[in-house]
């Protein structure tokens, strides 16, 4: 068999949510099934690291795909010309968008549609581009995989999709990200915070993450409580983020968050592994790998009870009801500091919930989908 993948996400220590999904899933299914053929699409230069193994096939697809331009001309022109001369039996989409232009079969995955519920916090050509294309990559789809029961309950509404033809499979979490020993926490406290224990927010800083929210219960914590606790957060600046850097620039005590920048994933293991509780109150997610990482470490979250975030979470943090209420967020990091025995009890829970997810999982369900659809 032939399988055609849209690879455009692996990028060379730029893998974020998108592209560690691609990584681990196609990493396992290409070494795991020899018997077929892999053709990954690039739409620029690729590393080596990505040709996991011998049945993989690169081809770099120009132009470089990332203006909404660009996606319709890789999507429709770029892409149904090479699965026309590999003779593909299938393509694989792994960043929810297909071509609407190639006849054969392809399975999509659809990670979340963040589009339909927080339109202003996207870009305004891309949005145009989720709003006119997405509702027909969807039809398209001979069949769909997703990452959250959330995720398939809102695609099943919002384009009354067949539910029997959705798949979901969970994220998984690196197996670098284990519990560290008090030695190690250490170390890598002494070289952020100056040995301060720190809450720590791990992801892209965008509007839909909430960070003003988090910035402001947490300037509310340091000047209300006397606690040693900092704020780090590791991540890039990403889109429509002037506002948050507005809202940091007026806070009492900026000087005590940390921007860390975007980290490699061993550093990134270590910060999130040795931090007092993960602090991920975004306003909506298809899954939110974060809380899996922290709680893999043994680190408990404080999250939000919306969208995908209380299956990622069980029992093994606290929810926050209004994620844009302050004065919740602001209680829950006062109770998850001061009651000891819940924060024991949350630490243990953590490890056990992160038992039920592994990208080995996450392939297998993927493998099973792409049987699904073939």
Not at 86 to 93: E, G
């Amino acid at each position: 068999m032939n399988i055609a993948v849209n690879t455009r996400f692996l990028l060379s220590n730029k893998l974020e949510g998108i592209g560690w999904f691609t990584y681990e899933t196609l990493k396992r299914i290409t070494r795991t099934h020899p018997e077929h053929q892999f053709h990954f699409l690039f739409d620029r230069p690729y590393h080596n690291e990505f040709v996991f193994s011998g049945n993989i096939t690169p081809h770099i697809l120009p132009p470089p795909a990332r203006h909404p331009l660009l996606w319709y001309w890789w999507f429709e022109q770029s892409v149904p010309s090479v699965l026309k001369k590999i003779k593909a039996d299938l393509f694989l989409s792994t960043d929810g968008f297909l071509s609407l232009s190639a006849p054969m079969k392809q399975l999509l995955v659809v990670h979340d549609l963040a589009y339909l519920h927080y339109p202003a916090h996207i870009n305004k050509s891309a949005l145009l581009y989720y709003r006119f294309f997405t509702p027909k990559y969807i039809r398209k789809a001979a069949r769909i995989a997703t990452v959250s029961e959330f995720s398939k309950v809102d695609i099943c509404k919002s384009f009354a999709y067949p539910e029997d033809k959705i798949d979901v499979i969970y994220n998984g979490a690196h197996e670098f990200f284990q519990p560290l020993s008090g030695q190690e926490k250490d170390k890598i406290r002494a070289r952020y915070t100056k040995g301060a224990p720190y809450f720590i927010y791990a992801g892209a800083i965008q509007p839909r993450k909430n960070i003003t929210t988090l910035f402001k219960a947490y300037d509310r914590l340091k000047s209300e409580q006397e606690v040693p606790h900092k704020l780090v957060i590791a991540g890039r600046f990403a889109w429509k983020s002037e506002h948050i850097k507005k809202c940091y620039d007026a806070l009492k005590h900026k000087d005590e968050i940390i921007f860390t920048g975007h980290l490699g994933r061993t550093e990134l293991t270590r910060i999130v592994g040795a931090a007092y509780a993960m602090m991920y109150i975004s306003l909506f997610e298809g899954f939110g790998i974060p809380i899996l990482e922290a709680a893999q470490c043994g680190v408990p979250s404080i999250t939000s009870n919306g969208s995908s975030m209380p299956e990622v979470c069980g029992d093994s943090g606290i929810l926050i009801s209004d994620p844009e209420n302050i004065q919740e967020v602001y209680e829950a990091m006062i109770r998850i500091i001061t009651d000891k025995d819940l924060y024991q009890t949350l630490c243990a829970r953590s490890t056990i919930q992160a038992s039920r997810f592994s990208w080995d999982k996450t392939a297998q369900g993927l493998w099973n989908s792409i049987q699904k659809t073939i």
